[in-house]
């Protein structure tokens, strides 16, 4: 069965400091990947996505990037946080098999920008 | 393009009573729908997902979604709510070719003794 990682789980960090958070899915093979955020009380805004290696699209102009090193590997960075960066961070993912097939969701990273 | 619109910010309902919690969806094509769910603190988890068929699809831990094309509607039932159902609930569209999904604000799940 597929399994989606994430982490750290909880992290806080001072403004202007770099951030790596780092996905991993198992159990499946060329995934499309995803990098969602979450504000408090708000709902889910989509930052990157990634259907292959090195193939990176971004949705929101932003100081965060994404790559993508490994097959089941997604990473989400900045070189230097702004407080409204806080926020719940999601990594999902998706076959490729059928266009239109269901997200599955990691356990998130909870970012605290003090 | 497509949006999901959950008109209900937040629902209360007390424990073992019925819920409905309402989706409306735009786009011109058949869309293919998704209910999620999320407890404080942690991912989505998939409750339901209705791609073509049977426009009453039953999902996990009681739930279920009617299809309403004519009413652009997706709505998520369940007959007898149980506390552990407190929770914040997203529907998601997606369409053919598109790799995204399109979500709902969320409906906020209270249940009262």
């Known amino acids: 069965s597929q399994t989606i990682h994430q982490w750290p789980a909880t992290l806080v960090q001072p403004v202007g400091s770099p951030l790596s958070l780092e996905c991993t899915v198992e159990?499946?093979?060329?995934?499309?990947l995803y990098w969602y955020r979450q504000a408090a009380g708000r709902g889910l805004q989509l930052l990157f996505y990634?259907?292959?290696?090195?193939?990176i699209s971004s949705e929101v102009p932003q100081n965060l990037s994404a790559s993508r090193p490994q097959d089941r590997q997604f990473i989400l960075s900045s070189k230097k946080l702004l407080l409204s960066d806080s926020g719940f961070y999601l990594c999902?993912?998706?076959?490729?098999?059928?266009?239109?097939?269901?997200?599955?969701f990691g356990p998130g990273t909870r970012l605290t920008v003090t | 393009a497509q949006s999901v619109t959950q008109p209900d910010i937040h629902i209360t309902v007390s424990e073992g009573a019925s819920l409905e919690l309402r989706c409306n969806y735009s786009?011109?094509?058949?869309?293919?729908l998704f209910w999620y769910v999320q407890s404080p603190g942690q991912g989505l988890q998939l409750l339901l997902k209705?791609?073509?068929?049977?426009?009453l699809v039953q999902g996990i831990k009681g739930f279920e979604a009617e299809f309403k094309r004519s009413q652009s509607s997706f709505n998520l039932r369940k007959p007898s709510v149980h506390w552990s159902d407190a929770a914040e609930y997203f529907c998601?569209?997606?369409?053919?070719?598109?790799?995204?999904?399109?979500f709902g604000t969320g409906t906020r799940l209270t249940i009262i003794p």
């Open positions: 999902a993912w998706k076959s490729q098999r059928t266009s239109w097939g269901e997200q599955y």
């Open positions: 159990g499946t093979s060329n995934p499309n």
């Open positions: 990634s259907v292959g290696i090195g193939q």
């Open positions: 786009y011109g094509a058949t869309p293919y």
């Open positions: 209705y791609f073509s068929g049977d426009t």
């Open positions: 998601a569209v997606g369409n053919f070719g598109n790799e995204k999904l399109t």
